[in-house]
Each structure stands twice: as C-alpha cells, then as structure tokens.
C-alpha cells in the first residue's frame, strides 16, 4: 500500500499538469507547454501535447492571416475543401454596381463627408449583397465588384445577384443624397 501511494503521488502533479494544458488547447490558447523531463509514458504525452499545441497554433495563425486577406466564407469553404489544380468549371454572377453621377455629387461636399457617406453607403449595400451570400471583391471609388457562386457553391447564381440588385435598390430610397 505504501508504494501505490507513493506511484500514486508522483502521478498527480505531472498529470495536473496534462489536464490543464489539455483545457487550455480546448478552449483555444495554444501558448502553453509542458517541460518534458523524462523519456517515459508521461514524457511521450507530453511531449506529443506540446507538439499538437504548437501545430494548432501556427494553423490559427495562418487562419486569422487568411481571414484578413480573404472573406471569411471563402476561407472557411476553401479550409474545408482544399481545391485541386486545374480549378472546376462552375457559374458564376458578377454584379458591380456604381454611383450615377457621384463625381457631380462629391464636387459639392467636403472630403471627409463624402468618405463618411461612402463608407455608410459601402456599409448598407455590403449588407445587401452579402443577404444574398455574394463575395465583395473590391471597392473601386464609388463602384462595387461582387460576385455569386465560384468558390462557393451557389445553386443559381444569377437569381441570387438580381436579388441581390433589388435590395440595394430598395436600399437606395432610405440613403440620403445631399
């Protein structure tokens, strides 16, 4: 009995230890490691769990990375379902949509209303275009380029981008034009 208590006792810190750092990956926080003082059992999961902790990290780096640089939909789908070489054949819709007469309109304002009115413009029709799960691809002035399908897979990409103009037009009624 002495000596199960003793193997019992020179278990419980080490595996403490295990647990807590196999909390810490499960809740998200991959900076924490175990010191690896031995080459048996214990060592091994240890050192196994410092490994996965730091592969996870570096995942979530690149994750956040790519999320910066790319919608987090596409991102998302494309981590899910890595795309092979030579691309697929799909449909896709494109919808850009543009300001008439904006260069006549911005010519009376000061600049930073018109970058306040743009940046609440971009705002609503961004909404409107992503209601329909269309990709912003860029701002250009006053434009924007969207499209539907490609990447994500759309069951009618051309219907999804109408709709998607309907509501920005309907949008269009409720934003002021100086």
């Known amino acids: 009995e002495v000596i199960t208590f003793y193997i019992v006792q020179s278990l419980r810190k080490p595996l403490k230890e295990i647990q807590s750092v196999t ?3 499960r809740d998200g926080i991959f900076d924490r490691y175990l010191f690896v003082d031995s080459k048996d059992e214990l060592g091994n999961v240890k050192f196994t769990l410092n490994s996965t902790s ?3 990290q570096e995942k979530e780096i690149l994750r956040d990375i790519f999320g910066k640089m790319v919608d987090d939909r596409i991102r998302d789908h494309l981590m ?3 795309p ?3 691309g697929i054949k799909t449909n896709v819709a494109i919808l850009f949509s ?3 007469n904006f260069t ?3 010519e009376k304002l000061p600049p930073d209303q018109v970058v306040q009115f743009l940046n609440s413009y971009f705002d609503r029709m961004s909404s409107c275009i992503e209601s329909e799960n269309g990709i912003i691809n860029k701002f250009i002035g006053d434009g924007i380029l969207s499209f539907f399908g490609g990447i994500l897979p759309m069951e009618n990409p051309a ?3 109408y709709k998607a103009a309907k509501i920005m037009i309907d949008e269009l009624s409720s934003i ?3």
């Open 23 to 25: 909390e810490s990956i």
């Open 54 to 56: 730091r592969e996870l």
């Open 80 to 82: 899910k379902n890595p």
């Open 84 to 86: 092979e070489l030579g």
């Open 98 to 100: 543009d300001i008439r």
């Open 104 to 106: 006549t309109f911005s």
């Open 159 to 161: 219907l999804s981008a």
């Open 176 to 178: 002021p034009f100086g």
